[in-house]
């Protein structure tokens, strides 16, 4: 077990235009730790989650996920890629192709694994997010908790270090958000690396080891959940928690 | 004047032989074309400015000039210059140019119809812009723009009788051909028409069944 | 091998091609707006209540739309004269009449499909207000339809004004037609043509500019 962080962002600045949008973030994800980060909108939480694989580029400080170090021109982001993985607010599954086959494509075209192998692997994740009997469906005929399901199965079918969800269920009809939470929840207690921008404050509550509240472009206030959400600090965050909770 | 369709019969094998070299020279001109408009709309999305303008102007001089005179351009006017094309080249090489400008935008449109997040989705995976192009991009884009692909094919199948006022034998020339000889103009063009018209429609929906067997999803 | 190119004596030959052009926009304007009129008959009648009315315009828009204009130009410049033999008159009304009743066929499809586009809401709020057929179809489908048809009506008139080139094959004196008298006294095919395109794209290029134009304020 390193003691080096999974994560490490060091001053991050980005801006989008004439727009600065991350102000200077500090943030760092131990292995095994699960991190999620809450916040108004327009806080900045998914344009940092998504500079953690390259989806966005920042203008000044470091980020270093997984041994490689992101700030380098020379970084060859798709190796990063493999070790991170993402699920996104919309999906994004597939539609032209069946669950099956979109679990086998990236390990068989990117990793090299076997057709073999990639289907025994992706049948296994299949079974560990519950949707075993829809290998061989298209996607569009799945609710919306099913195709995040599969898309979460997708991510894990590289078998990466770190798993990055962006509002993962904030798309979702309520009846299926459950499902898509027990199956993060399973996740985090297995010892998956988790960085999650959500706005489910009873998943934040229940799976986070840290919660960091984000507002215009800073991190304002960190801690362990039951210090964030049942004695705030800061003004702002308790700003914020008093209009959700 | 009476109308005869029965003595008009016989002919129909020369209509057939017509309607052959139509197909022929709208199939080639339809893939060479299409080809040719991929390496357009790439030009057309190049970093290089030059690369970019020489698309535009490709694009914009075929979609507003006639294929008529395009081809008397072809046919008459390159010999000027040393490039003699009989009747045949002369057409499918007006036809290809035509084609390649008016698919290149039917690509643009399927490429940009195909939803940004499914680009992210498979480059958060790890596969560079090659796979996700052509695992990810590619087959959507086709199925979005098939319904365009196939009116294109079509039209240019309809553009091919214009060859026949370049001498190209195919089944507009039968008919006028037909007609002077036998001056029966009712039967020989609604004969003439109704073939135009039934191939189109098989066209048409032979596309439609591809629709559903290709992209089942 | 450069001099083809420039041997256009201005002076004595654009006047010619100048008044085929005339001809051409001419060709345009009669054929567009009768293809218009008998587009709106046909096109309204693709979604009229009465099933023959509907099969009669389904016909006639889907059978004209898989001709060459070419065919439908040679089919009235030979049969004309076979019904009428003692009638003579140029060229240009057998180009309009063509060009006339393919414009119809397609315009007719352009207004089927936008009728259809109106959305469906539309009509059963005017259902709702007690609207009968005619009065839905007057102020509440129409005025929307037109609007929706524009653009590819404008992509039609791009189309419409090279489909006037082939009426060029039965001697009617547009700007090809005169392109080829031209060539056959000056004896330079590839700068006369060229002038002749350049002529053409003068008429469409605006026109595909302001359909673009159009689409992007609709957006």
Not at chain 2, 139 to 168: C, E, H, M, W, Y
Not at chain 2, 182 to 195: D, N, P
Not at chain 3, 90 to 110: D, F, K, N, R
Not at chain 3, 150 to 178: C, N
Request: glycine fraction near 8%.
């Amino acid at each position: 077990m390193s003691t080096q962080p999974m994560i490490l962002a060091k001053d991050i600045h980005k801006r989008f235009g004439d727009l600065e949008v991350l102000k200077g973030i500090d943030a760092e994800v131990d292995e095994r730790e699960v991190v999620c980060l809450i916040g108004p909108s327009g806080s900045g939480k998914s344009t940092l989650l998504r500079c953690m694989n390259a989806l966005e580029k920042f203008q000044k400080g470091h980020i270093t996920i997984c041994g490689h170090d992101l700030t380098g021109s020379k970084t060859n982001v798709n190796e990063v890629r493999r070790d991170v993985g993402m699920v996104f607010q919309s999906f994004n599954v597939f539609p032209h192709m069946r669950v099956l086959d979109n679990l086998t494509l990236a390990p068989m075209k990117v990793l090299k694994v076997s057709k073999a192998e990639a289907r025994e692997r992706a049948m296994a994740l299949l079974e560990k997010v519950g949707l075993v009997d829809k290998a061989n469906v298209y996607p569009t005929k799945l609710s919306g908790g099913q195709q995040q399901r599969v898309a979460i199965a997708r991510a894990l079918a590289m078998q990466p270090k770190v798993m990055l969800f962006d509002e993962p269920t904030s798309a979702l009809d309520p009846e299926t958000v459950g499902e898509v939470l027990g199956v993060m929840k399973n996740l985090a207690e297995e010892g998956m690396t988790m960085m999650v921008v959500t706005h489910e404050m009873g998943f934040a509550r229940e799976v986070a080891d840290r919660v960091l509240f984000m507002d215009g472009g800073v991190v304002v206030e960190q801690g362990a959940p039951k210090q964030i959400f049942d004695d705030p600090q800061h003004e702002r965050t308790q700003a914020f928690l008093s209009k959700i909770l | 004047m009476t109308i005869n369709f029965a003595a008009v019969l016989p002919y129909l094998p020369v209509m057939l032989r017509g309607l052959a070299i139509s197909l022929e020279v709208t199939v080639l001109s339809f893939f060479i074309g299409s080809v040719l408009g991929i390496f357009v709309y790439l030009g057309r999305r190049s970093t290089f400015a030059p690369l970019r303008w020489l698309g535009y102007a490709f694009v914009e001089v075929f979609r507003n000039t006639p294929l008529l005179v395009q081809l008397y351009l072809i046919y008459f006017g390159l010999p000027q210059v040393g490039i003699n094309l009989d009747p045949f080249w002369s057409t499918l090489a007006g036809m290809t140019l035509n084609n390649a400008a008016y698919t290149s935008e039917i690509f643009r449109a399927g490429i940009e119809s195909v939803p940004n997040g499914l680009v992210e989705a498979a480059g958060a995976l790890g596969m560079r812009y090659l796979q996700t192009f052509r695992f990810i991009v590619l087959k959507p884009a086709i199925r979005n723009v098939l319904p365009s692909l196939t009116n294109q094919f079509i039209v240019l199948f309809l553009f091919s009788s214009v060859g026949s006022v370049i001498s190209l034998n195919e089944l507009t020339s039968a008919l006028a051909d037909l007609n002077q000889r036998t001056l029966r103009t009712l039967e020989i063009f609604t004969i003439g028409g109704l073939l135009y018209f039934l191939a189109s429609a098989v066209i048409a929906g032979s596309s439609r069944l591809a629709e559903r067997f290709l992209f089942r999803w | 091998m450069v001099t083809p190119l420039f041997a256009f004596d201005f002076g004595r030959d654009l006047p010619p091609l100048l008044r085929g052009a005339g001809l051409t926009i001419g060709l345009v304007l009669g054929s567009g707006i009768a293809g218009t009129i008998i587009g709106l008959v046909f096109g309204t009648a693709r979604s009229a209540p009465l099933a023959p009315i509907r099969w009669l315009a389904s016909i006639y828009t889907n059978f004209v739309r898989g001709l060459p204009i070419l065919i439908i130009l040679l089919f009235l410049y030979y049969e004309i004269p076979l019904l009428f033999p003692y009638a003579t008159f140029s060229q240009a009304i057998t180009a309009v009449i063509g060009l006339s009743v393919y414009s119809g066929a397609y315009i007719a499809e352009i207004f089927r499909g936008s009728i259809q586009a109106v959305p469906r809401g539309q009509l059963e709020a005017g259902e709702a207000l007690g609207l009968n057929y005619v009065q839905k179809m007057r102020h509440v489908v129409m005025p929307q339809a037109l609007k929706i048809a524009v653009p590819p009506g404008i992509g039609f008139l791009i189309a419409l004004v090279k489909a006037t080139s082939l009426v060029s094959v039965i001697t009617a004196t547009d700007l090809t037609r005169a392109g080829r008298n031209v060539t056959s006294a000056n004896h330079e095919p590839l700068a006369t043509f060229l002038v002749v395109a350049a002529l053409y794209f003068v008429i469409s290029y605006p026109l595909s500019l302001l359909g673009r134009w159009y689409e992007r304020r609709l957006a």
